[in-house]
């Protein structure tokens, strides 16, 4: 017994049998999700995600429910918007994760590798010029640094005990 051939999907087999596609979240826009122009979205169910993490909530797994045009492009109608901000629904946001130990230190790793220079060792207080210069500004230009900008490298072992 041999099984029918399949028909890829959209041939004449589906439009003979009546079938069509839909997206019943399609509201026919262009790019399928809504677009809003600047202040006119709906302050009280959408939000960017600054603006949640500012209410200590987070997109929750969810896609962005609309896009939000920047200010400049929202007074020009004909110029495609090429900074536009996801909008994400506030009713399914959840709550922002607590920060765990584990999760600090490895951040604070990532945050020394920016800010320390790998000729003088030194831990700045903000983060190097490492892709440019390779080095901090003070070691490149032969210039002492400030020393409130800095803390000293360990000497010794780093160990706890």
């Keep these: 017994m041999t099984a029918p051939a399949a028909t890829p999907a959209g041939k004449a087999g589906d439009l003979a049998d009546g079938l069509v596609d839909v997206d019943p979240y399609d509201d026919g826009t262009p790019g399928g999700i809504p677009l809003?122009?600047?202040?006119t979205a709906p302050k009280a169910e959408l939000a960017t995600r600054r603006q949640l993490r500012a209410?200590?909530?987070?997109p929750g797994g969810h896609?962005?429910?609309?896009?939000?045009?920047?200010r400049n492009c929202s007074?020009?109608?004909?110029?495609?918007c090429r900074h536009k901000a996801l909008l994400f629904r506030i009713d399914l946001a959840k709550k922002v994760r607590p920060m765990t130990l584990a999760k600090e230190v490895a951040l604070d790793k990532a945050m020394a590798a920016r800010q320390t220079c790998p000729r003088c060792g030194r831990r700045y207080y903000y983060c190097l010029p490492l892709k440019t210069l390779g080095m901090c500004v003070s070691c490149h230009d032969d210039v002492p640094a400030d020393p409130t900008h800095y803390t000293l490298p360990r000497t010794g072992h780093h160990l706890a005990a």
């Excluded at 809003?36 to 202040?39: I, Q």
């Excluded at 209410?55 to 987070?58: P, S």
């Design 55 to 58: 209410m200590g909530l987070r």
């Design 63 to 70: 896609g962005p429910a609309a896009e939000l045009k920047c």
């Design 75 to 80: 007074f020009k109608p004909r110029t495609e």
């Design 36 to 39: 809003y122009d600047w202040n």
